[in-house]
Each structure stands twice: as C-alpha cells, then as structure tokens.
C-alpha cells in the first residue's frame, strides 16, 4: 500500500477534480479533445462520469478500509485498479479509432491504463489462505 497509496490519491482525487471542472465548463478550449463541443462527444465524455466516480469512490474507500485495517481493503483497491484501467482503455480505444492523438489527453489516459498493470498481480497473487474459505455443498445420495 505504500506505494500504492499515492497513485490512489492522485487519481481518485484527479478524477473528482476534473468531473467538478467538466460539469462548470472550466477546461479552456484550447486544452480540450477534438470535437468537445459536439453532443455526441459530449455524451460520450459524460457516459465515464458514474465509472470515473466510482473507482474514486473504491479507491478512496480501500484507503480508508486500510488504514483501518480492515482486509476488505484488497478486494475494493483492486475493483478500482481494474476499473481504473478499463477508464482508461475505453478512451484510448475511442481515439485510436477515430485517429485523434492528441498528446496531453493520450498521456492521462495512458497512465489509467498503464499504472494498474503494476498492482494488479499483487492482488492476484496474494496468499488468500487467511481467507475463510466458502463451505461447499455436499452430496449425499
């Protein structure tokens, strides 16, 4: 968590601030992705918003749950991880295919993508035998 704590934070906390700028429509025009001014792109853009809150939410939410240390934290750290990488790559999918590479908005989304990849094994890896494990049905006949 040490050091995934700070990417937690940036990211979450990024998310939150840029949904606050998109909604007062603080983004300058020039800093803006092509057609940002189209409703369909518009839409487009908005249709991330309940995805974008909701890792904020299960990152945030993980941090807390750890600093209280509460093993629950693996398991929201990494719905946000992998949802985070799936923000990240629906963009990157919609720009490749429209054959808009604009630098800034490829660098962000790339970095969703991209910073996931790290922690992801670590979740997947982990010793889970201090788990409790699910009783299983058992059939008599």
């Known amino acids: 968590m040490k050091f995934l704590k700070p990417f937690f934070l940036v990211t979450d906390i990024g998310f939150i601030i840029y949904w606050i700028v998109t909604y007062f429509s603080l983004i300058p025009k020039d800093w803006a992705f092509k057609d940002y001014d189209n409703p369909i792109i ?66 962000m989304n790339l970095y969703l993508m991209i910073y996931p990849l790290f922690f992801i094994p670590f979740f997947i890896n982990h010793d889970t035998s201090g788990f409790e494990e699910l ?6 006949v």
Do not use: E, H, M
């Open 42 to 107: 518009i839409a487009w853009n908005w249709s991330f918003f309940p995805l974008d809150i909701f890792i904020s939410a299960t990152g945030l939410y993980s941090l807390y749950l750890y600093k209280k240390s509460s093993t629950k934290w693996r398991a929201y750290a990494l719905i946000s991880l992998v949802l985070t990488f799936c923000s990240g790559l629906q963009a990157i999918a919609f720009w490749g295919f429209s054959l808009d590479f604009d630098i800034s908005w490829w660098a």
């Open 135 to 140: 009783p299983r049905k058992v059939n008599t």
